[in-house]
T-cell receptor
């Protein structure tokens, strides 16, 4: 099983450029989310989705867009990259529904983004 | 608001026992989870406590006291491979998790 797959693994952008971080999962999980991880700050939620066609903002959504057209895919778009968006980005998914009350998050391997 | 507190670093020797504490303040609470992350890797799930008490999984145990908004992760018979960062996380009344800042555990030979 592939689990949660993120691409690319590394990316360098110049200020003002845009790009899309890809995330796909093959576990049929309804819930998908994006986190950013910065030193000493843990994981902070950017956006999340509880199913195809449904997205919502997390703790730090500014500068990012998401869409969820299928259950499997949850891309994260940086509209105009800024140095403050230099971070490690993780996509995570989990099962929802009855019997999945305490289902854990499954993380991808991360995308390391540098904005110069 | 929601916040979690953990020690930033803990150091112990191989074979020892170490406890990593977590205190939390959240607007809702559906349980406390623990995740492990090795350098350069992805967080991976270790344990979950929905009710007060101790949960044991091999060398790892996790404890929760909801009345004290407090939990801990206990690692026994430490091994070098346990050197990693450990995060506590609270699931609030939605589907989302709020993570603590992480505790970096260094295991010395």
């Amino acid at each position: 099983n592939a689990g949660v797959t993120q691409t690319p693994k590394f990316q360098v952008l110049k200020t003002g450029q845009s790009m899309t971080l890809q995330c796909a999962q093959d576990m049929n999980h309804e819930y998908m989310s994006w986190y950013r991880q910065d030193p000493g700050m843990g994981l902070r939620l950017i956006h999340y989705s509880v199913g195809a066609g449904i997205t919502d903002q997390g703790e730090v959504p500014n500068g990012y867009n998401v869409s969820r057209s299928t259950t499997e895919d949850f891309p994260l778009r940086l509209l105009s990259a800024a140095p403050s968006q230099t971070s490690v980005y993780f996509c995570a998914s989990r099962q929802l529904g009855t019997g999945a009350f305490n289902s854990p998050l499954h993380f991808g391997n991360g995308t390391r983004l540098t904005v110069t | 608001g929601q916040s979690l507190e953990q020690p930033s670093e803990v150091t112990a020797v191989e074979g020892a026992i170490v406890q990593i504490n977590c205190t939390y303040q959240t607007s809702g609470f559906y349980g406390l989870s623990w995740y492990q992350q090795h350098d350069g890797g992805a967080p991976t799930f270790l344990s979950y406590n929905g009710l007060d008490g101790l949960e044991e999984t091999g060398r790892f145990s996790s404890f929760l006291s909801r009345s004290d908004s407090y939990g801990y992760l206990l690692l026994q018979e430490l091994q070098m491979k346990d050197s990693a960062s450990y995060f506590c996380a609270v699931r609030n009344y939605g589907q989302n998790f709020v993570f603590g800042p992480g505790t970096r555990l260094s295991v010395l030979p």
